[in-house]
T-cell receptor, first 115, second 115 residues
Framework: DVKVTQSSRYLVKRTGEKVFLECVQD?????MFWYRQDPGLGLRLIYF???????EKGDIPEGYSVSREKKERFSLILESASTNQTSMYLC??????????????FGEGSRLTVL | AQSVSQHNHHVILSEAASLELGCNYSYGGTVNLFWYVQYPGQHLQLLLK??????LVKGIKGFEAEFIKSKFSFNLRKPSVQWSDTAEYFC?????????????FGKGNQVVVIP
């Protein structure tokens, strides 16, 4: 069974702290994505990656950075957390190339609260 | 850019009622279309998808969706809902032209089924 695992389900951090959210997939997918989900706003893409060490900005990259050192792992970093980054963060992966259809496989989400 | 519209963000209905959720997208080329569902406390999962062929597609739990190319729509339907269908539903579109398998999501429909 395909699996995307996010390391932390719930986090509480203070303003200004550095936050790491980790995501691992076991499907050998090339593409990995970070979204945030907020009520009434749906899913908004923060960053995505098509390959190791490659990254591209999504729709709302400000205040975030990412790292992809290995194919199976994609990390989201909040350099200095702020209260408006309180949200549910979703990691997803998909297959690339001619076999790719765009279908995303999601992790269970990481709910971050910044105080 | 792709955009996806879902109307009536909050839907409340009784068990056995019929459900239809609208989804319209703005891209005019070849598309892959998806509906995802998120049950309370669970991760996003695929409900159904359309790539080509029969425009009426059937998914899990009795859901179906119809692709109407002339209307740029991919509406989701279920003839008779159950309490367990309480969830948030997201429509998503991938434009094959881009080749990068990036999905554009609608803002979601929060559906509450009253027993």
């Amino acid at each position: 069974d395909v699996k995307v695992t996010q390391s932390s389900r719930y986090l509480v951090k203070r303003t200004g702290e550095k936050v790491f959210l980790e995501c691992v997939q076991d499907m050998d997918h090339e593409n990995m994505f970070w979204y945030r989900q907020d009520p009434g706003l749906g899913l908004r893409l923060i960053y995505f990656s098509y390959d190791v060490k490659m990254k591209e900005k999504g729709d709302i990259p400000e205040g975030y950075s990412v790292s992809r050192e290995k194919k199976e792992r994609f990390s989201l970093i909040l350099e200095s957390a702020s209260t408006n980054q309180t949200s549910m963060y979703l990691c997803a992966s998909s297959q690339a190339g001619t076999g790719g259809t765009g279908e995303l496989f999601f992790g269970e989400g990481s709910r971050l609260t910044v105080l | 850019a792709q955009s996806v519209s879902q109307h009536n963000h909050h839907v409340i209905l009784s068990e056995a009622a019929s459900l239809e959720l609208g989804c319209n997208y703005s891209y005019g080329g070849t598309v892959n279309l998806f509906w995802y569902v998120q049950y309370p406390g669970q991760h996003l999962q695929l409900l159904l998808k359309y790539f080509s062929g029969d425009p009426l597609v059937k998914g899990i739990k009795g859901f179906e969706a119809e692709f109407i190319k002339s209307k740029f729509s991919f509406n989701l339907r279920k003839p008779s809902v159950q309490w367990s269908d309480t969830a948030e539903y997201f429509c998503a579109v991938n434009a094959r032209l881009y080749g990068n398998n990036r999905l554009a999501f609608g803002k979601g429909n929060q559906v509450v089924v009253i027993p």
